[in-house]
Protein backbone atom coordinates (compact mmCIF):
# COMPACT_ATOMS: atom_id res chain seq x y z
CA UNK A 1 0.00 0.00 0.00
CA UNK A 2 1.17 3.28 -1.06
CA UNK A 3 0.41 6.10 1.84
CA UNK A 4 0.74 9.84 1.33
CA UNK A 5 0.42 12.22 5.08
CA UNK A 6 -0.27 16.21 4.21
CA UNK A 7 1.39 18.02 7.25
CA UNK A 8 0.78 22.00 6.03
CA UNK A 9 0.86 23.14 9.34
CA UNK A 10 3.54 25.01 12.04
CA UNK A 11 6.67 23.18 13.12
CA UNK A 12 5.39 22.60 16.20
CA UNK A 13 2.39 21.00 14.79
CA UNK A 14 5.14 18.52 12.52
CA UNK A 15 7.04 17.75 15.97
CA UNK A 16 3.59 16.98 17.29
CA UNK A 17 3.13 14.80 14.73
CA UNK A 18 5.84 12.46 15.31
CA UNK A 19 4.83 10.04 17.22
CA UNK A 20 1.65 9.09 14.74
CA UNK A 21 4.25 8.74 12.08
CA UNK A 22 6.39 5.94 13.80
CA UNK A 23 3.26 4.21 15.20
CA UNK A 24 1.98 4.04 11.57
CA UNK A 25 5.41 3.05 10.45
CA UNK A 26 4.70 0.58 13.44
CA UNK A 27 1.50 -0.60 11.81
CA UNK A 28 2.54 -0.66 8.04
CA UNK A 29 6.16 -1.84 8.29
CA UNK A 30 7.16 -2.79 4.26
CA UNK A 31 4.54 -0.61 2.51
CA UNK A 32 5.58 3.20 1.43
CA UNK A 33 4.70 6.17 3.44
CA UNK A 34 5.23 9.32 1.95
CA UNK A 35 5.29 12.86 3.64
CA UNK A 36 4.48 16.88 2.13
CA UNK A 37 5.57 19.37 4.37
CA UNK A 38 5.76 23.04 3.55
CA UNK A 39 9.45 24.35 3.85
CA UNK A 40 8.68 25.64 7.47
CA UNK A 41 8.59 22.14 9.08
CA UNK A 42 10.42 20.30 6.38
CA UNK A 43 13.54 20.11 8.85
CA UNK A 44 11.54 18.00 11.04
CA UNK A 45 10.66 15.67 8.52
CA UNK A 46 14.06 15.14 6.49
CA UNK A 47 15.81 12.93 8.70
CA UNK A 48 12.53 10.94 9.82
CA UNK A 49 13.54 7.06 9.62
CA UNK A 50 10.09 6.31 9.25
CA UNK A 51 9.47 8.25 5.95
CA UNK A 52 9.79 7.32 2.79
CA UNK A 53 10.08 10.45 0.35
CA UNK A 54 9.34 13.92 1.25
CA UNK A 55 8.04 16.47 -0.93
CA UNK A 56 7.98 20.18 -0.16
CA UNK A 57 7.10 23.60 -1.03
CA UNK A 58 7.61 27.17 -0.37
CA UNK A 59 4.93 28.91 2.07
CA UNK A 60 3.56 32.08 1.02
CA UNK A 61 4.18 35.43 2.68
CA UNK A 62 1.70 38.07 2.97
CA UNK A 63 1.58 40.93 0.37
CA UNK A 64 4.89 40.03 -1.67
CA UNK A 65 4.28 39.00 -4.92
CA UNK A 66 7.48 37.45 -5.35
CA UNK A 67 6.88 34.78 -2.75
CA UNK A 68 3.22 34.54 -4.15
CA UNK A 69 4.81 33.79 -7.20
CA UNK A 70 7.62 31.00 -6.08
CA UNK A 71 4.93 29.76 -3.74
CA UNK A 72 2.86 28.86 -7.09
CA UNK A 73 5.40 27.47 -8.60
CA UNK A 74 6.67 25.36 -5.98
CA UNK A 75 2.92 23.83 -4.83
CA UNK A 76 2.71 23.40 -9.16
CA UNK A 77 5.82 21.46 -8.55
CA UNK A 78 4.77 19.33 -5.25
CA UNK A 79 1.21 18.44 -7.33
CA UNK A 80 3.22 17.24 -10.18
CA UNK A 81 5.31 15.09 -8.31
CA UNK A 82 2.63 13.88 -5.86
CA UNK A 83 0.41 13.20 -9.41
CA UNK A 84 3.39 10.74 -11.20
CA UNK A 85 3.09 8.68 -7.75
CA UNK A 86 -0.48 7.34 -7.31
CA UNK A 87 -1.21 6.47 -3.55
CA UNK A 88 -4.10 4.21 -2.20
CA UNK A 89 -4.65 6.49 1.05
CA UNK A 90 -3.80 10.32 2.10
CA UNK A 91 -4.52 11.43 5.51
CA UNK A 92 -4.82 15.31 5.73
CA UNK A 93 -2.60 15.46 9.16
CA UNK A 94 -5.14 19.40 10.58
CA UNK A 95 -7.17 20.03 13.14
CA UNK A 96 -8.79 22.34 10.61
CA UNK A 97 -10.11 22.04 7.50
CA UNK A 98 -8.08 23.86 4.60
CA UNK A 99 -8.89 23.77 1.06
CA UNK A 100 -5.05 24.26 0.17
CA UNK A 101 -4.65 20.63 1.39
CA UNK A 102 -7.48 19.38 0.00
CA UNK A 103 -5.88 20.58 -3.05
CA UNK A 104 -2.83 18.36 -2.61
CA UNK A 105 -4.87 15.56 -1.68
CA UNK A 106 -7.12 15.88 -5.23
CA UNK A 107 -3.81 15.21 -7.43
CA UNK A 108 -2.23 11.66 -5.17
CA UNK A 109 -5.40 9.80 -6.79
CA UNK A 110 -5.86 8.02 -3.62
CA UNK A 111 -9.74 6.69 -2.72
CA UNK A 112 -9.66 6.71 0.56
CA UNK A 113 -8.56 10.44 1.68
CA UNK A 114 -8.88 11.00 5.55
CA UNK A 115 -9.18 14.32 7.37
CA UNK A 116 -10.98 16.23 9.92
CA UNK A 117 -14.92 16.46 9.57
CA UNK A 118 -15.63 19.89 7.92
CA UNK A 119 -18.85 19.83 7.50
CA UNK A 120 -18.20 21.08 3.83
CA UNK A 121 -20.71 18.94 1.02
CA UNK A 122 -18.42 18.82 -1.60
CA UNK A 123 -15.30 18.13 0.03
CA UNK A 124 -12.72 14.98 -1.13
CA UNK A 125 -12.46 13.80 2.09
CA UNK A 126 -14.14 10.20 1.74
CA UNK A 127 -13.56 9.49 5.91
CA UNK A 128 -13.50 12.30 8.10
CA UNK A 129 -12.60 12.21 11.33
CA UNK A 130 -14.43 13.88 14.57
CA UNK A 131 -11.53 15.24 16.78
CA UNK A 132 -12.31 15.09 20.53
CA UNK A 133 -9.26 17.70 20.80
CA UNK A 134 -7.82 16.14 23.81
CA UNK A 135 -4.30 17.35 22.53
CA UNK A 136 -2.31 18.00 19.38
CA UNK A 137 -0.52 14.14 19.39
CA UNK A 138 -3.56 12.51 20.20
CA UNK A 139 -5.33 14.25 17.22
CA UNK A 140 -3.07 12.90 14.79
CA UNK A 141 -3.68 9.37 16.57
CA UNK A 142 -7.20 9.70 15.59
CA UNK A 143 -6.82 10.92 12.50
CA UNK A 144 -5.45 7.48 12.06
CA UNK A 145 -7.89 5.42 13.60
CA UNK A 146 -9.33 4.36 9.79
CA UNK A 147 -5.95 2.83 9.02
CA UNK A 148 -6.35 0.75 12.50
CA UNK A 149 -3.65 2.67 14.09
CA UNK A 150 -3.20 3.78 17.44
CA UNK A 151 -0.86 5.19 21.10
CA UNK A 152 2.16 2.77 22.04
CA UNK A 153 4.26 5.01 23.96
CA UNK A 154 5.62 6.55 20.74
CA UNK A 155 7.50 9.79 21.79
CA UNK A 156 8.00 13.27 19.75
CA UNK A 157 11.16 12.95 17.62
CA UNK A 158 13.41 15.42 15.82
CA UNK A 159 16.60 14.50 14.40
CA UNK A 160 19.16 17.66 13.45
CA UNK A 161 21.60 17.64 10.65
CA UNK A 162 24.81 18.04 12.23
CA UNK A 163 25.80 18.15 16.26
CA UNK A 164 27.49 21.50 17.85
CA UNK A 165 29.35 21.33 20.53
CA UNK A 166 30.62 24.73 20.63
CA UNK A 167 28.03 25.80 23.58
CA UNK A 168 28.28 21.59 25.41
CA UNK A 169 27.31 21.61 29.08
CA UNK A 170 25.90 25.54 28.75
CA UNK A 171 22.47 26.30 29.89
CA UNK A 172 20.38 27.91 27.32
CA UNK A 173 17.84 30.66 27.94
CA UNK A 174 15.47 30.83 24.63
CA UNK A 175 14.03 34.77 24.48
CA UNK A 176 12.14 34.54 21.21
CA UNK A 177 7.74 34.38 21.94
CA UNK A 178 4.91 35.21 19.74
CA UNK A 179 2.78 36.83 22.53
CA UNK A 180 3.18 39.46 24.52
CA UNK A 181 1.80 37.54 27.73
CA UNK A 182 5.63 35.63 27.37
CA UNK A 183 7.73 38.34 27.08
CA UNK A 184 10.23 38.01 30.26
CA UNK A 185 11.80 41.22 30.08
CA UNK A 186 15.09 43.18 30.70
CA UNK A 187 15.06 42.82 34.97
CA UNK A 188 12.92 39.45 35.30
CA UNK A 189 15.54 38.28 32.69
CA UNK A 190 18.85 39.38 34.50
CA UNK A 191 17.84 38.20 37.63
CA UNK A 192 16.72 34.78 35.45
CA UNK A 193 20.29 33.82 34.89
CA UNK A 194 22.22 36.20 37.26
CA UNK A 195 20.84 32.83 39.49
CA UNK A 196 22.14 30.73 36.69
CA UNK A 197 25.02 32.08 36.86
CA UNK A 198 26.43 31.24 40.17
CA UNK A 199 26.30 27.13 38.97
CA UNK A 200 26.17 27.00 35.45
CA UNK A 201 27.70 28.64 31.87
CA UNK A 202 24.63 30.48 30.37
CA UNK A 203 23.99 31.44 26.36
CA UNK A 204 20.96 33.44 25.24
CA UNK A 205 19.12 32.39 21.89
CA UNK A 206 17.12 33.88 19.51
CA UNK A 207 16.44 34.33 16.08
CA UNK A 208 16.48 37.90 16.25
CA UNK A 209 19.50 40.13 16.12
CA UNK A 210 18.59 42.49 18.56
CA UNK A 211 18.06 40.38 21.19
CA UNK A 212 21.97 40.64 22.11
CA UNK A 213 20.91 43.23 24.14
CA UNK A 214 19.87 40.87 26.39
CA UNK A 215 23.48 39.25 26.52
CA UNK A 216 24.95 42.92 26.68
CA UNK A 217 23.48 43.23 30.17
CA UNK A 218 24.47 40.57 31.44
CA UNK A 219 27.66 39.62 29.83
CA UNK A 220 27.10 36.11 28.46
CA UNK A 221 27.19 34.58 24.63
CA UNK A 222 24.72 35.39 22.59
CA UNK A 223 23.76 32.96 19.33
CA UNK A 224 21.81 34.14 16.88
CA UNK A 225 19.94 31.65 15.04
CA UNK A 226 18.93 31.28 11.38
CA UNK A 227 16.17 28.93 12.01
CA UNK A 228 15.17 26.21 14.68
CA UNK A 229 17.12 23.22 12.85
CA UNK A 230 20.32 25.64 13.29
CA UNK A 231 19.13 25.60 17.55
CA UNK A 232 19.07 21.74 17.09
CA UNK A 233 22.31 20.98 16.31
CA UNK A 234 23.57 23.65 19.19
CA UNK A 235 20.53 22.30 21.94
CA UNK A 236 21.26 18.39 22.16
CA UNK A 237 24.65 19.47 23.88
CA UNK A 238 22.82 21.68 26.34
CA UNK A 239 22.94 21.25 30.22
CA UNK A 240 19.09 22.39 29.88
CA UNK A 241 17.00 24.94 28.66
CA UNK A 242 14.54 27.99 30.30
CA UNK A 243 12.33 28.79 27.71
CA UNK A 244 9.09 30.94 27.27
CA UNK A 245 6.00 28.90 25.24
CA UNK A 246 6.30 28.26 22.25
CA UNK A 247 8.43 26.44 19.74
CA UNK A 248 11.79 25.46 22.20
CA UNK A 249 9.66 24.12 24.61
CA UNK A 250 8.87 21.72 22.52
CA UNK A 251 11.64 21.34 20.27
CA UNK A 252 13.87 21.07 23.34
CA UNK A 253 12.28 18.78 25.57
CA UNK A 254 11.89 16.24 22.12
CA UNK A 255 15.77 16.73 21.66
CA UNK A 256 16.29 15.19 25.12
CA UNK A 257 16.93 18.28 27.01
CA UNK A 258 15.71 18.34 29.91
CA UNK A 259 13.60 22.17 29.92
CA UNK A 260 11.87 24.99 32.54
CA UNK A 261 8.99 26.26 30.69
CA UNK A 262 7.81 29.87 31.67
CA UNK A 263 4.65 30.21 30.40
CA UNK A 264 2.30 33.51 30.65
CA UNK A 265 0.63 32.06 28.13
CA UNK A 266 0.01 28.17 28.54
CA UNK A 267 -1.69 26.56 25.90
CA UNK A 268 -3.85 24.06 27.85
CA UNK A 269 -3.51 21.50 24.88
CA UNK A 270 0.41 21.07 25.89
CA UNK A 271 1.63 18.16 27.18
CA UNK A 272 4.97 16.34 28.08
CA UNK A 273 4.04 13.09 27.95
CA UNK A 274 4.97 12.32 24.84
CA UNK A 275 8.69 14.20 25.11
CA UNK A 276 11.89 12.23 25.73
CA UNK A 277 12.80 14.80 29.42
CA UNK A 278 10.91 16.26 31.07
CA UNK A 279 9.42 19.79 30.87
CA UNK A 280 8.71 21.55 34.11
CA UNK A 281 6.07 24.42 33.28
CA UNK A 282 5.79 27.53 35.23
CA UNK A 283 2.69 29.43 34.61
CA UNK A 284 0.86 32.88 34.82
CA UNK A 285 -1.29 35.19 32.42
CA UNK A 286 1.63 37.18 32.46
CA UNK A 287 5.17 36.03 32.54
CA UNK A 288 6.33 38.57 34.46
CA UNK A 289 3.92 37.96 37.58
CA UNK A 290 5.46 34.73 38.43
CA UNK A 291 7.62 35.25 41.35
CA UNK A 292 11.28 35.33 41.53
CA UNK A 293 11.63 33.05 44.66
CA UNK A 294 9.37 30.00 42.47
CA UNK A 295 11.70 30.24 39.64
CA UNK A 296 14.65 29.98 41.60
CA UNK A 297 13.13 27.42 43.88
CA UNK A 298 12.03 25.34 40.75
CA UNK A 299 15.61 25.38 39.39
CA UNK A 300 17.44 24.63 42.97
CA UNK A 301 15.00 21.67 42.99
CA UNK A 302 14.96 19.78 39.50
CA UNK A 303 17.84 21.16 37.78
CA UNK A 304 21.30 22.56 39.80
CA UNK A 305 21.69 18.81 40.25
CA UNK A 306 21.84 17.66 36.73
Keep these: MKILLIQNGSIV ?4 NTPAIEALRKAYPRDKIDILVNDGNYCVM ?36 IWNHIYDVCVIFSDKFYKRDEGFAKMCGAKMIIGVDNNVADSCITHKIKLSGKNDVMNYFELLSPLNVSYGGEKMLFIPEKIESKFKNYVFVHCDTDSPHNII ?3 KLDRIIGFLQTKFSVVITSLNPSHSVYSDRVGVPFLCIKNYEELASHLTHAKFAVVPFGVVAHLAPTLGVKTLGIFGEKNQRFTSEFFNNECIVLSNDIVRNIPDATINQTLMNDFFKI
Excluded: C, M, W
Excluded at 13 to 16: E, H, R, V, Y
Design 185 to 187: GYD
Design 13 to 16: QAIS
Design 46 to 81: KNNPFINTIYDFKRVEQNKFLSHTSGFISRFSAKSK
